[in-house]
């Protein structure tokens, strides 16, 4: 493929996740569009059309470019995955390169079995690894919270996942029958001074707590401190409460689906 039509590509990318499904549309390497959307426990591929349809539609009405040349997609949900692959398909033309076992990412594993990790993981680690110095950990915020573990000679040597700040709440409030829904967010002090307070502190708090006092833990297990890079729907929420994360980078996995399929579509 010349450079000029490199140049002018366009590549949506699709990360279905258990509470949400991101996609971002590339022109050419470069994000030029995102949409959220809820993902819902049954889809067909004519939903997952109807979703995509909408979504460009609106680019259309900002006088944008909506038309797509290919398609990659990250789904940690199996049983949506072919709806996805199929609307895709419809939509550009061509099979959409599915994130799974046997994608190249250019990323050294020390792992027991890489087929086992999770498609936004993998992302994750490719555009982590491009945009920033090993050693590094990455910390995905979203329905679980997945640390990615990267040492200094720039391999993935593992990671920890635990559940996430919204599956924590959720939980929390269907085990007690007295216990509502609450907003997340970080309550005026640690010690509540009513129930709502006192969840949100044992929530919002609770996962500040597990986030830096598990990354202290990997320090000490490396012999050496690293930076701290978060992502995911609460990354910049709980960043701001962390006292290890370091910076948040809201597209990485994204960037990462479009760097995979970058190394697997020449």
């Known amino acids: 493929m010349d450079n000029g039509r490199d140049a002018a590509r366009t590549v949506l990318c699709v990360d279905v996740g258990n509470s949400d499904t991101n996609l971002g549309l590339f022109v050419g390497g470069e994000l030029e569009a995102t949409w959220k959307v809820t993902t819902t426990e049954r889809m067909t591929a004519d939903e997952a059309r109807m979703r995509m349809a909408g979504l460009f539609d609106m680019l259309e009405r900002d006088g944008r470019r909506a038309i797509c040349d290919d398609a990659v997609i990250a789904s940690v949900v199996p049983g949506l995955t072919d709806a996805w ?25 020390r792992y027991n079995d890489p087929g086992e990790l999770g498609a936004d993981r993998v992302a994750d680690l490719v555009a982590a690894r491009t945009a920033y110095t090993a050693p590094f950990i990455v910390v ?19 990671g920890i996942i635990a559940p996430g700040v919204k599956l924590s709440a959720k939980a929390l409030s269907d085990a ?29 708090m609770g996962e500040v707590a597990l986030i ?19 992502t995911g729907s609460d990354a ?8 290890r994360v370091a910076r948040t980078d809201e597209h990485l996995t ?5 760097m995979l399929h970058t190394l697997n579509r020449r």
């Open 254 to 258: 994204l960037r990462g689906l479009s």
């Open 236 to 243: 910049a929420a709980i960043a701001a409460l962390s006292q």
């Open 212 to 230: 830096d006092g598990l990354i202290d833990m990997v320090w000490r297990e490396l012999g050496y401190e690293t930076d701290v890079i978060a």
């Open 85 to 109: 692959v199929t609307a895709t398909r419809a939509l550009t033309g061509r099979r959409p390169l599915v994130v799974g076992p046997g994608v190249k990412t250019g990323v050294k594993m």
């Open 176 to 204: 007690a029958a007295q216990l509502a829904m609450v907003d997340l967010k970080a309550p005026a002090s640690v010690v509540g001074k009513n129930t709502r307070e006192a969840m949100q502190a044992g929530v919002v």
């Open 140 to 158: 995905d915020l979203g329905t679980t919270t997945n640390f990615e573990v990267v040492d200094e000679g720039g391999s993935f040597v593992g």
